[in-house]
């Protein structure tokens, strides 16, 4: 199973990721806490990881760029 980019919710305490295979289908979606987020990510092959741009953001962009993995983050629409 190739991953083509994956999405990520933030919350205060839990992210919900949604992978995205090459042909746009939902190959992996759950839930984890961010200790769980960082070590499940460090361990994946994927193209872009999408994340809201927010507060929170920050650190979890940083971290997952530090994994040399490409980070792009987008504002919520409201």
Known sequence: MHIASIGVDLG????????LGEQ???????????K???AYTASLQSSLIGIE???RAHFIGEALRSRATTCDSS???S
């Open 12 to 19: 205060k305490t839990t992210f919900h990721l949604v992978a």
């Open 24 to 34: 746009g289908k939902v190959v992996v979606r759950k839930k984890f806490s961010r």
């Open 36 to 38: 769980q987020l960082l």
């Open 53 to 55: 741009a927010c507060s």
């Open 75 to 77: 504002r919520p629409s």
